[in-house]
């Protein structure tokens, strides 16, 4: 196992190293609304490679011509992480995987099948010896292709403990380097869970050549202290989201694990290579991208994270941070974001700063949109943030998307005692059409004026605005959620004026809508 010795006053302490495997790509995308376009994706990734996060899991290549691309962009990006591919145990899914990451100077092929009874039978439709045929094949077919492969049995909490030990055995001599014990529904509790990862490790004859994982769902709140009991008890790799972003209640959240290793690295013995100074920027990166904003009071990252508002409180801390601190703000990331740029900053000063936050363009023509964009924020914001800078980008890369409707002029305004209206100006496939609309406020006569153009019968499913960086002059920053037919897209948009910034969104959100983007759903390999 990978470990560190520190010494201390009080003798020898032995660290061990827990691998950070992040799936905010592949099942954080899973979450309804949170789909992200190959642009964003390898935006996140190069996030999170600047976190120091070990392992990628990019995708699920076979899921959509979209998603092989995404993960292979990635692949061909990533140098200092492990880029990851799911795919269930089928050739099919594996030889497209080992496509995807094959530019990868680390890449991993990471694999499943379900275990438990409940999935066996009325999932799969297989008996307990056809799963574990097709998982010593599969591991098998993935070895052949590359050198890392990670195997996970899917509903561990729910499966027969002897099964899973039969399983695992057999899928070690068969060439997995890690095994990964995943809650997939959420119902392990925290004790009950680190126990079986202590009696699997014990049983199994050749747990000492593999690492064991583990990936815990939210579903009882119990996701980041079930991941906890499981490293305590053996495990060397943890699979989180930024944000807990999942299925369902979502995942054990990364910034939450890791400032918990760190934290009470007294009591775990355990540590992490996480840069934690850019948890906070990664978290707001995550958020404004999937239109899912932080709670305020969220662990680590939430906007009331290190705020005090009781007067024992604020007297404690004035005398001594530690009084109610446990950890200091700044560890994280806040308060780190600063004057970056402003109306006299040149190209190469705008250019260097968006390289710093891991951000490169396509070609001039995408650097020069962005800069002439930067120019016009400049003169409207007297303070240019990090936040603004990567809120622009997202501007720019959504209008650079294949677009049917795009925004041409907007007027719309409201006073006491009147109905707010709207006109505005949409080019339809290069042909401009004019609209008016009159609403219960200007975004909803806005909202109203451009569906009597597009007509899409889509349903708003989601509205949210919020502030980019603080100050009356700060840019708001749109998610529009739109539903058709089962289908769900997030738009996103950004401007100094919330109603243009939530007709961006809204337009955004329909060209995304007419893009014809089938996915196939991991779980069940339908589209």
Not at 164 to 189: F, H, K, Q
Not at 363 to 383: G, H, P, Q, Y
Not at 391 to 418: F, H, I, M, P, Q
Request: proline fraction near 3%; hydrophobic fraction near 40%; include cysteine.
């Amino acid at each position: 196992m990978f470990h560190y010795v520190y010494f201390f006053t009080s003798g020898l302490l032995i660290l061990y190293q827990v691998i950070i495997f992040d799936t905010t790509l592949r099942d954080g995308e899973q979450s309804p609304g949170a789909a992200m376009t190959k642009d964003e994706k390898v935006r996140i990734a190069k996030s999170l490679e600047i976190l120091k996060v070990d392992v990628i899991e990019a995708g699920f290549a076979i899921a959509s011509p979209g998603d092989f691309e995404a993960v292979k962009s990635i692949a061909e990006t990533i140098k200092d992480s492990t880029v990851c591919s799911l795919s269930r145990a089928l050739p099919k899914d594996i030889e497209a995987a080992a496509q995807a990451v094959q530019p990868a100077a680390r890449g991993r092929i990471h694999t499943f099948i379900a275990t438990s009874p409940l999935h066996m039978k009325h999932k799969l439709c297989m008996t307990p010896d056809q799963v574990l045929e097709q998982a010593v094949a599969s591991v098998k077919l993935a070895r052949n292709l590359i050198d890392d492969v990670e195997f996970s049995l899917e509903d561990a909490g729910r499966s027969d403990i002897d099964f899973m030990c039969r399983v695992i055995e057999a899928v070690i001599d068969a060439g997995a380097s890690t095994i990964n014990i995943p809650d997939t529904v959420g119902y392990a509790l925290p004790h009950q869970f680190g126990n079986t990862i202590a009696q699997l490790i014990e049983r199994i004859p050749n747990s000492d050549k593999a690492i064991f994982s583990v990936h815990c769902h939210n579903d009882l709140g119990l996701a980041v202290a079930n991941s906890l009991s499981a490293v305590v008890n053996g495990a060397r790799q943890i699979e989180c989201t930024i944000n807990g972003l999942g299925e369902r209640a979502g995942n054990a959240s990364l910034e939450e694990i890791v400032m918990a290793i760190r934290t009470r690295q007294d009591e775990l013995r355990l540590e992490t290579g996480i840069n934690t100074q850019h948890i906070v920027p990664t978290s707001r990166l995550v958020s404004g991208i999937t239109g899912f904003p932080v709670q305020p009071n969220k662990a680590i990252v939430g906007a009331n994270a290190f705020a005090h508002e009781s007067g024992i409180h604020q007297d404690g801390i004035l005398k001594n941070r530690e009084t109610y601190e446990i950890m200091k703000a700044e560890d994280v990331g806040w308060n780190t974001n600063r004057l970056t740029l402003g109306k006299l900053s040149g190209r190469s000063a705008f250019q260097s700063r968006m390289e710093e936050l891991g951000i490169t363009f396509a070609d001039r023509n995408e650097l020069t949109e962005a800069f002439s964009r930067f120019k016009v924020l400049a003169d409207k914001k007297s303070e240019i943030f990090d936040d603004d800078l990567q809120a622009l980008v997202s501007d720019v890369r959504s209008g650079n998307e294949e677009e049917k409707y795009r925004l041409v002029e907007l007027e719309a305004g409201s006073s006491t005692g009147k109905t707010p209206e709207a006109r505005l100006v949409i080019a339809v496939d290069s042909e401009e059409v004019e609209a008016r609309s009159a609403g219960d406020g200007p975004v909803d006569a806005v909202f109203k004026a451009i569906e009597s153009i597009a007509d899409s019968g889509a349903h708003l499913a989601l509205y949210n605005v919020s502030a980019i960086t603080s100050g009356t002059d700060s840019q708001g920053d749109v998610s529009v959620r739109l539903e058709k037919q089962g289908r769900i897209v997030n738009g996103s948009g950004a401007d100094t004026d919330i109603v243009v910034a939530s007709a961006k969104a809204y337009i955004n959100a329909l060209n995304l809508l007419n893009a014809d983007h089938p996915k196939t759903n991991p779980q069940t390999g339908n589209l």
